[in-house]
């Protein structure tokens, strides 16, 4: 519920003739009835995209691509080629150390070369010097919403965002750890269903045109048998996408991968 699209610089042909759209992950949006710094972060939207150099990863295993808030994997296609999404994760433990710093884990649809997404996920967020943890769905453009559930890191989660015709999705998020499912029924009037990703992200402040926020060292996420369409994310061509202060490692042919926490910073990651 709190990012914004990943501004990706891809390593992808231009074969739409412009440049991939800046996407904005679930960003932290005001979340009614639950407290906490996630009001005033809005984690998710679809992908932003600075430009940069596009080239795929060595091995020729996947094309990869550059955003300012989002690190993980993407399979794109034609309008309504994707309709299922579904990833497992393990809830990181932040470090905070100084100044608000957030972090966001999401799976869901769209956002990568289109305006809305269809989104279900996890936050560690540091608005002080201990971290706060909470889960969330958001189907944007609309607000990011929190869960009253309890999140603690260790947390075994489990989401899946399904269309199911006539602009209706189905997000579900389940805490195997602490017993715990939250399943949303939602209308996104116009989704492209043109993409699927899990993502780790940087989120954004509460407008719609806010920058990424600071990241929060997250140390490492992993994510587990990520599939689209039921498919494993491996075998439909997936873009690998890196943001500042992040590694990826490539997918295993199960769909797994993980995402660092490397600290590099923004200045390097621009090469300034």
Not at 54 to 59: C, I, L, P, R
Request: contains cysteine; glycine residues 14%; aromatic residues 10%.
């Amino acid at each position: 519920m709190r990012r914004k699209w990943p501004v990706v610089t891809a390593a992808i042909p231009l074969a739409f003739g412009w440049a991939l759209v800046a996407a904005h992950p679930a960003a932290a949006s005001i979340r009614p009835g639950v407290p906490g710094p996630g009001a005033q972060v809005r984690s998710g939207g679809p992908v932003s995209q600075p430009g940069g150099q596009a080239g795929g990863q060595a091995g020729g295993q996947d094309t990869g691509a550059s955003s300012s808030n989002w690190a993980g994997y993407a399979v794109t296609g034609a309008s309504g080629s994707f309709t299922s999404v579904s990833a497992s994760w393990t809830q990181p433990t932040a470090s905070c150390t100084t100044g608000n710093q957030y972090a966001a884990f999401w799976v869901g649809l769209d956002g990568y070369t289109s305006k809305t997404v269809e989104q279900i996920g996890t936050e560690a967020d540091c608005t002080g010097p201990s971290p706060q943890y909470y889960a969330w769905h958001e189907v944007y453009p609309g607000a990011g919403v929190n869960f009253a559930n309890p999140v603690s890191p260790g947390d075994k989660f489990t989401g899946t965002v399904t269309a199911q015709g006539s602009d209706k999705f189905r997000l579900v998020l389940t805490d195997t750890t602490q017993g715990w499912t939250q399943t949303i029924s939602a209308t996104q009037a116009g989704a492209d269903l043109s993409s699927a990703e899990a993502i780790a992200e940087a989120p954004s402040g509460p407008s719609a045109n806010s920058s990424p926020l600071p990241l929060a060292n997250f140390g490492s996420v992993g994510f587990t048998g990520v599939t689209a369409n039921g498919k494993s994310m491996d075998t439909l061509n997936p873009v690998q996408i890196t943001m500042p202060d992040t590694s990826v490692a490539d997918m295993a042919s199960d769909g797994s991968f993980s995402v660092n926490h490397t600290g590099t910073g923004f200045a390097q990651w621009f090469g300034l």
